[in-house]
């Protein structure tokens, strides 16, 4: 019987790490290559916490099994990345 512990650690835990992480080295890419604004987006709904710190915009919501991030560059070109 698979144990109620071990899936809610990778409901509740691993999973948000992950996707956070892997949204991460698109937006790092995105900054590496000198995109004028990288807006990094994670889960659908309700915004839980917003974050900004130069060209790289953080907003996580609330159903966060979903990622997508935006990438825009000097000649206002928006590129955008959506997990699913």
Do not use: C, W
Not at 2 to 26: K, Q
Not at 38 to 43: C, Q
Not at 55 to 64: E, R, W
């Amino acid at each position: 019987m698979v144990d109620i512990y071990l899936i809610t650690f990778l409901l509740f835990v691993a999973a948000p790490i992950s996707i956070f992480l892997h949204e991460l080295g698109h937006a790092l890419a995105g900054v590496i290559f000198k995109a004028e604004l990288v807006y990094l987006t994670i889960g659908r709904g309700k915004r839980v916490i917003e974050y900004s710190s130069g060209k790289l915009h953080f907003i996580i919501h609330a159903g966060y099994f979903m990622g997508d991030m935006q990438i825009v560059n000097e000649s206002h070109l928006l590129i955008v990345l959506k997990d699913s």
